[in-house]
Nanobody
Framework: QVRLVEAGGGLVQAGGSLRLSCDAS????????MGWYCQAPGKQRELVAAVTRGGSTNYADSVKGRFTISRDNAQNTVHLQMISLKPEDTGVYYC???????????????WGQGTQVTVSS
């Protein structure tokens, strides 16, 4: 009922930049939190950055100062600008959103299909 579609992953050299985007669509009454998680090979999925509807953000310590999350509430989109990328940033990046559905006003949480980010040394 809620679909998240990511774009913008790819292969980049260490020190380079990438910008990820995620579009949310479906039976959305509201979106509370949107964020990005990363799953590196052999590791659990971990929070990279998140932003609330009001604009409050939080970041993993490892990306502070290098990544910036932003969202457009009118367009139901969230972006992740990544600079000074490191090989340890490599992984599959998943978009996340939670909020309220229009149908039945029930809560939801949704995940995108993931986009691969590979940083070469």
């Amino acid at each position: 009922q809620v679909r998240l579609v990511e774009a913008g992953g790819g292969l980049v050299q260490a020190g380079g930049s990438l910008r990820l985007s995620c579009d949310a669509s479906g039976s959305i009454l509201s979106i509370n939190r949107m964020g990005w998680y990363c799953q590196a090979p052999g590791k659990q999925r971990e929070l990279v950055a998140a932003v609330t509807r009001g604009g409050s953000t939080n970041y993993a310590d490892s990306v502070k100062g290098r990544f910036t999350i932003s969202r457009d509430n009118a367009q139901n989109t969230v972006h992740l600008q990544m600079i000074s990328l490191k090989p340890e940033d490599t992984g599959v990046y998943y978009c996340y959103a939670d909020g309220i559905l229009t149908f039945g006003r029930r809560p939801y949480d949704a995940w995108g299909q993931g986009t691969q980010v590979t940083v070469s040394s």
